[in-house]
């Protein structure tokens, strides 16, 4: 793998790179998350508490990365998820992520929130592109995405379903962010002091929620959030997915589940994979980490299913933690939006790269040569103490043991 020298090394770098060219309101609705922001915090030290076991001497001169996920070969096991509205951070930002997946040899997944037309991703290289879906009120608008997906050759369909109401974005709330963009004068201090960023979206336009403003003929738009909760369904249940199961005939994920318990009624569904998420921590405000739930669901869903995983990844140690403890692949919103913001495509490309280096890396000093050979005797939880006032710290690993077999999801 080549990578241009002149892009950040890390995640950690391509985010101080993102906050340095965005303007703060942009910058904010990309970083935030809901409520005391605590769930981003928990995220991060939840990953960080799980300690990968260094397996040397093993022979890995033949390792490789390289996964298959309904029936379809991955470079690694990652997958650039949905997230809405990347045209603010890049013009065009969701061809440009599209582009790079492809050119990775990983999924991409378009958000139901995205800046560009379904036609327009397609296009954007020969990779597997993913549609994600919300289910409007109006169901009859979110059925004509799924159909339009299915013939357009969007080959997985990513239902989104922990969105019953937004979480209070504060950032957001605070910085006025809405669409259109409504002129503060702080915002436009703020576009002043990013003159890259401003100079290119004077030329591309201001962008808009293409597929949504199309279908439910938005105009004029509050916040993000005051338009979601206009225009998302709060009854949703497994009754809508066992509904979509009968239209969408490829292999159909349910993103933003958190509750093991789940398991059994997406089996009798028929659907084929979970994305264990906390929406990065933008919904449920003190959420559980996803990664700390992740054994629970692969004890529940044995083979039967394919487990992903979203919430906080951003080095390739955090997807080899994932990988693991039963997950198939890992998906990710903020590593690659960040990287988006500092150079379209290249940079979303040299991020992958960063990400591909590292689960590499991890991977060799863990002595596995196949992805799915890695399992969580290779993870290592060190004991907290109990204390009086915390008798019943929260271990994840009690029930299912930390040296639990692995069956993973079908292929
Ligand atoms: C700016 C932004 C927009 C998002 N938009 C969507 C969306 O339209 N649909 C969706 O299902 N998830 C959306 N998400 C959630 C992501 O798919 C994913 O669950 C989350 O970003 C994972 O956490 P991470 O950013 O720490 O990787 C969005 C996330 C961000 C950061």
């Keep these: 793998m080549t990578r241009a020298s002149h892009h950040p090394h890390s995640i950690a770098e391509f985010r101080e790179a993102a906050r340095r060219r965005l303007p703060k309101f942009v910058f904010d609705y990309v970083d935030g998350g809901s409520g005391s922001e605590s769930t981003i915090s928990e995220n991060r030290s939840a990953l960080d508490r799980l300690r990968l076991l260094g397996a040397a001497p093993v022979d890995v001169s033949d390792a490789s990365q390289r996964v298959t ?3 379809q070969d991955l470079s690694m096991p990652l997958i650039i998820g949905p997230t809405g509205l990347a045209g603010a951070v890049w013009p065009r930002g969701d061809v440009d992520l599209a582009k790079a997946a492809a050119e990775h040899g990983i999924p991409f997944v378009m958000s139901t929130a995205a800046t560009a037309n379904m036609e327009d991703v397609i296009a954007a290289g020969e990779g597997s592109k993913w549609f994600q879906l919300y289910l409007f009120r109006d169901r009859e608008v979110s059925e004509r995405m799924v159909d339009r997906a299915q013939a357009l ?10 969105n019953a109401i937004p979480g209070r974005r504060l950032r957001d709330a605070r910085n006025g962010f809405s669409l259109p963009f409504r002129w503060t004068p702080r915002k436009l201090a703020s576009c002043l002091a990013h003159p890259k960023w401003s100079l290119q979206m004077a030329r591309a336009g201001v962008p808009k ?15 993000i959030a005051e338009l979601m909760q206009s225009q998302l369904d709060p009854s949703v249940s497994w009754d809508d997915i066992a509904r979509l199961r009968d239209r969408w005939p490829g292999p159909l994920v349910v993103k933003g589940v958190l509750d093991p318990s789940h398991v059994t009624r997406a089996k009798a569904v028929g659907v084929d994979g979970l994305v264990i998420s906390n929406h990065g921590g933008r919904q449920l405000d003190g959420s559980v980490a996803s ?14 299913l394919s487990l992903l995983i979203d919430s906080g990844f951003r080095t390739g140690s955090d997807i080899a933690r994932a990988i693991a403890l039963g997950a198939d692949a890992v998906q990710v919103g903020r590593a690659t939006l960040y990287a988006l913001a500092t150079g379209g495509a290249p940079a979303v490309a040299a991020a992958l790269e960063v990400l591909h280096r590292e689960f590499e890396i991890a991977q060799m000093l863990m002595g596995v040569r196949r992805v799915d050979e890695m399992s969580p005797a290779l993870i290592r939880r060190p004991l907290l ?3 009086a006032a915390n008798p019943n710290l929260f271990d994840p690993n009690a029930d299912t043991g930390p040296r ?8």
């Design 69 to 71: 996920l309904f029936g």
């Design 153 to 162: 050759g969007f080959c997985a369909l990513e239902v989104t379903v922990d």
């Design 209 to 223: 929620l293409e597929l949504m403003a199309a279908e439910l003929g938005l105009e004029s738009m509050d916040t």
């Design 291 to 304: 990664i700390d739930m992740l054994p629970e669901f692969r004890s529940e869903a044995g083979d039967a």
């Design 404 to 411: 639990l077999a692995i069956s993973r999801g079908g292929a």
């Design 385 to 387: 103490e109990p204390t």
